[in-house]
């Protein structure tokens, strides 16, 4: 017979642990608040077009003698083709920044094919509809585990996911990593791997509440983890290998993106055993809970 592992023998250290780094990460999150990048808080786009493939670490080198310093570069379609975003909300910021490029392009200068200026009340749509998404994303998850499970479970994986949210957007805050369209897509790429873990633990947790009658709550939940810990390992480690290679391998512009996947992939899978098994624990769920109640049908009495 395979071995169990006491996953829930430390659970009020794991919960100490979890309370010491979600109390951080809000006290980060508020006291620094997190570093927006230019799709929230708007400024200048300008789409530059050379010769001959340009270099992008050239050209943020370029940028940072010209004492452009905040200037984001990247791809943008052909290996000709840059998108450079600033902030500020000078108009003439672009034309600006494409003559400086320009006059030390040397034999491949930049032309100017495009220059956009993105308000500040624009950021704050998208960061607004973005905060919003999230908020939906959890509500939505919170109704399907309610009919899929049962509200205990719902309950467990929200208070997981909402973990691994605080976690990751503290971490970002702490270190002022720039938050961007592609980090709040992280963010929601974060809350669905988390899901999925935390589900096959919850899966296994409920089917053996039908096998092993005479388990208790955590000797069941200490089965059912050790039960999926081999997926769940194969999973996480897979999923890191390819996250380190984007990370390093990705450029700057993916790099905020990398680091909060990097960061909720682990505490996702944290959170699964240590945080959605332990509410479970908390709100005593019991077989009973999982037997779906009888239907009472009226019976006609009357001669």
């Known amino acids: 017979m395979k071995r169990t592992i006491n996953f829930m ?12 780094l979600t109390v951080l990460a809000l006290f980060s999150w508020f006291h620094k608040g997190l570093n927006f990048g230019l799709d929230f808080t708007g400024g200048t786009l300008i789409e530059l077009t050379y010769e001959h493939p340009a270099d992008l670490s050239k050209v943020r080198e370029e940028l940072v003698q010209a004492g452009y310093k905040e200037a984001v570069v990247q ?18 910021l672009g034309n600006q920044v494409a003559a400086a490029l320009h006059k ?26 973005g905060g919003l998404g999230m908020l939906l994303a959890l509500g939505g998850i919170l ?10 479970f719902a309950v467990g994986a929200i208070v997981s996911l909402i973990h691994d949210v605080v976690v ?52 069941n939940i200490n089965i059912s983890t050790t039960q999926t810990l081999l997926r769940t390992m194969a999973t996480s480690i897979s999923t890191l290998l390819a996250i380190v290679a984007l990370l390093f391998f990705g450029g700057d512009n993916l790099f905020g993106f990398s680091i909060a996947l990097f960061i909720g992939v682990l505490a996702g899978t944290y959170s699964s ?18 037997i779906p109640p009888a239907v009472t049908t009226e019976v006609d009495e009357r001669p």
Not at 9 to 20: H, L
């Open 104 to 129: 030390i392009g040397g034999d491949n200068p930049a032309v100017v094919k495009r220059v956009e200026f993105v308000g500040p009340q624009v950021g704050e749509e998208l960061r607004d509809q």
């Open 168 to 219: 990751t957007l503290g971490i970002l805050s702490f270190f002022q990593i720039t938050f961007d369209l592609t980090v709040l897509a992280a963010v929601l790429a974060i809350i669905g791997y988390s899901l999925n873990d935390t589900i096959v633990v919850f899966d296994r947790v409920r089917e053996n509440f039908r096998v092993l009658r005479k388990a208790s709550l955590i000797e």
């Open 143 to 152: 109704i399907y585990l309610a009919f899929r499970f049962q509200w205990k």
């Open 75 to 92: 791809s943008f379609g052909a290996t000709t083709d840059l998108l450079v975003r600033m902030p500020g909300d000078d108009p003439t």
């Open 273 to 290: 055993i240590y945080i959605a098994n332990v509410v479970l624990i908390w709100l005593n769920l019991s077989s009973e809970d999982l």
């Open 9 to 20: 023998g430390v659970r009020n250290i794991a919960f100490a642990f979890t309370m010491f």
